[in-house]
């Protein structure tokens, strides 16, 4: 039952969940921004499960443990902060959990050391069931940021900073590089008025941006980029799972209009820009191909429990 | 194997992880302090297991729930800290996921109100594996903490909050009240050199304050508080439960035997003090019963993979 989705209970607990003055942007964006004593930190946090986001057995634990690292940083990234320290808690089975755990950790401490992340605690158990890593990265913000999925406006133009698709077959869903370096260079450039990262599929991820703004977003077909790990094919199969595989860990992001011709002509140094569509008053996500446009559903990865 | 402990891995992780600027005082204390730019933070996380720290169908959601962000905010208790912000990451069962993730909230919201503490954000997921819990509790160091464990000296008395054993058949593992307030009020009525809350079992708990303290810790065994879920019947065995029954979630600390003698003659307004020991040049953990001396094994609850 679709209304019987994560998102619909992300839904209910935001209505019942009081604004309070400790997490002033609430729940629900890609990292909590915690107002404690004056200070601000961004903190992300994300929970794999084993035949879910990777399949033990067949994804090496390496690129286990580095994908649950890097899926958190991405979240900071798509605040515009800068990650600090992590946290790290496991569910190891018992059964080959020792050398699981030294390859999951062999797997993730090189990203943590490439983005200066410091190991800060966790919570490590055995148990009889399949693996499930949950981790939490702490960072900080930084001005003019953080950078919220709330800010787009009419007449915004939306950006993804690389090709999209074909993520989970290749294995780059756990080989990507988080855009953390982009999005601080990004931020350094031109406000940024919404950030997302990637993770559900872009049509799922534009629209969570298209309805904290009150806005809708017109997806240019021709534009969106798709990823050589898409095979060659159909244009329109192509097309759609670059829309809704998910798992690709760019960012997409919206500025002015003014703001996006700036950065095309002049954009910051090792940041990919593909203009994909624009902001448009109303609501909702829309496809244009040609002079055709027509609404589309966020039809992305979804976890379903009844 | 013994070699082959959580506690193992967790002393092979501290011996490779350099110490961060971001982390002054490394992992494997009850919650993490975090440094950014000048202020710092206090994060603890704990993972939760069906089968494990609860039973589905056995144990009400609601309890669960409660549990699962009572045992973080009695590591932030730990440390001397006040909660601020929690986070909170499910794997939940396909088949009668929402129901259950209802009662978790359920049981989970009063505490974090009694506490105000607010929901800041986590991670909603569904799965065919049993229910996961992850909670990470954001808090704020309070002056003149946060508490480690390694601050005892000889000469110090060791206090209890409470007394020990018997926690698991009686729910009190679910319904325990995390000793935040306690523990701020000690705070500002001694110098508190080392603290720890108690759920592995005193004998282990201890066994860290003595280890991370370089000293030893004289546990005096008819001064030890037997909580009345402990059944009547042989001293001993009564005294082994309060021992290494684990899951007490009271507070056991160490302070000048000055200010110990200071705090039993005028105890801060709500605090149950139980003086059951004293630290000693050395190591290790030792019993004392009348004329009688000996070392004791750290004996508590640990989880083994292999």
Known sequence: MADDSEWDWIDALRKRTAAH?????????????????????????????????FVVGETPPELIGRKCLAVNLSDIAAMAGRPRAMFISLALPRRGGRALVEGLYAGLEPLAREFDVALAGGDTNAWDGPLVVNVTVVGEPVAPGPVARSGARPGDVVFVTGPLGGSLPSLRHCTFTPRVREALALLAAAPLHAMIDLSDG?????????????????????????????????????????????????????????????????????????????????????????????????????????
């Open 202 to 306: 872009l049509a799922t991820d534009l629209s969570h941006i298209a309805r904290e703004s009150g806005c809708g977003i017109v997806i240019e077909a021709e534009r969106v980029p798709v990823h050589a790990d898409v095979p060659s094919g159909d244009h329109s199969d192509r097309l759609r799972r670059a829309l809704t595989d998910g798992e690709d860990f760019e960012l997409a992001f919206c500025v002015s209009a003014n703001d996006a011709a700036r950065l095309e002509s002049d954009p910051p140094a090792g940041v990919a820009l593909h203009r994909i569509g624009e902001v448009v008053a109303g609501s909702g996500l829309m496809l244009r191909q040609g002079a055709d446009q027509r609404p589309i559903d966020r039809t992305g990865w979804q976890h379903r429990f009844a």
């Open 21 to 53: 003055p400790s997490a002033p942007i609430g729940i629900g964006d890609d990292a909590a921004l915690l107002r404690c004593a004056g200070r601000e930190t961004l903190v992300a946090t994300d929970m794999l499960m084993d035949g879910v986001d």
